[in-house]
């Protein structure tokens, strides 16, 4: 008896096998095929889609998205937005059977990046043990943020003196980040404590806070008219909506060659993000339209004409001047701040 109910069992379980409905997606009897070359396409190409069936099936339609947005079979490109994303396929065949199936591109800028130099305009003080996190120039006065815990703060300075006017300690437990002055506010990141801060520009009191939703850490900041723009660390920078502080969307940073991580300090210039990378000389400066990295500027020699000891860090923090129509850039407990003209 026991044998004969285990035959059955065995029986029953290959029958539905076998006899499984295309519908319930039992086997996945289609994938997608493209042009991308080990998955990478450049922006200046069409991306092409087909379907591999393996049954050979008779499909009667088949409706492709790329993150989201329905598509047709041949793309062009020109106006994405660079980095990886989901394709979608939904196959609807033999008259009343349907399947979706997913692979993933990544759009990759079809132009490498042009090399910048610099030019030393000026050299000013600045305060040797700042741990320089944001900057940002406000009606001729230097905004910063500083970093470590028990000594991060936010200050309003003279950079022609490196006098203090306003100075706001943090409380021990946060470990401040980047900064921007924006609608008569200050923002204010923190790194990893998942929250960031809002201040009167005026007087410096804090008015409110906000926490971070899918970016999980403070880094950089920065805004052009309509948003605030966030580096959390990675290659993504998220636009924040001013009013709610909520992230609407987001850009990823790419080259011509693959994803740019560790974006840190950033400063909006001539409706492009400058911004520097963790533990690097460069500045970036990148498109935000589509994320793509248009030119590094190479600042390795300004890090050996500053005072050097123990505790000196790496380059971070820029800040454009509307005033003078430069470029201003310190680092991690640099004791100068430097007045720049960019050169190609």
Known sequence: MKTYKLLTLITLFLLVMACGSKSGQKQNYFSIQTNAEKGNISVANTLKLSLKNKKNYKIDSVVYKLDDKIITDNYNLKHHKLGKYHIEATV???????????????????????????KILNEYPHDITSYTQGLEFHDGNLYESTGQKKESKLR????????????????????????????DKVYQLTWKAGVGFVYDLNTLERTGSFSYNKSKEGWGLTHNDTHLYKSDGTEYIWLLNPETLAEESKIQVYTHKGKIRQINEMEWIDNKIYANRYQLNGV?????????????????????????????????????????????????RWDKLFEVEIIE
């Open 284 to 332: 970036a400066i990148i498109n935000p339209k589509n994320g793509a990295v248009e030119g590094v500027i190479d600042f390795t020699s300004l890090k050996n004409k500053v005072t050097q000891h123990d505790k000196l860090d790496v380059l971070n923090g820029i800040a454009y001047n509307p005033e003078t129509k430069t470029i201003f850039v310190t680092g991690k």
């Open 92 to 118: 609807y065949f033999e008259g009343d059977e349907k399947q979706t199936t997913t692979s993933s591109v990544t759009i990759l800028n079809d132009k490498s990046p042009k090399i910048f130099k610099f």
């Open 156 to 183: 309003q300075i003279n950079y022609k003196t490196g006098e203090v006017i306003k100075n706001i300690d943090l409380a021990d437990q946060y470990f401040g980040e980047g900064l921007t002055v924006m609608n």
